[in-house]
């Protein structure tokens, strides 16, 4: 059986208040992406990616609603035209 992931870091907006009000391009060149894989940051993205993996388990597709939403089906359009 798999470790469960530590849960989700938790930020207040209080903690971000002081941050650009903008997101800004900070990963540029191999260097910076060598330097955001030692960022808290990107450790909290782990966490995120592998919950989200873990949260689909036993959920089987296809998925099929009664009425799913506008988005929903042009989302499934979309996919299905990529895999074609």
Not at 75 to 80: D, E, Q, T, V
């Amino acid at each position: 059986m798999m470790q469960q992931p530590p849960p989700l870091r938790q930020v207040s907006l209080s903690d971000i208040a002081h941050f650009e009000s903008h997101p800004t391009p900070k990963i540029l060149t191999d260097y910076d992406v060598e330097a955001w894989r030692r960022t808290t940051g990107y450790q909290d993205y782990g966490v995120f990616l592998r919950r989200l993996n873990e949260s689909v388990v036993g959920h089987y597709l296809p998925w099929t609603s009664s009425s799913p939403s506008q988005v929903c089906r042009r989302m499934a359009l979309s996919l299905n035209a990529l895999d074609s």
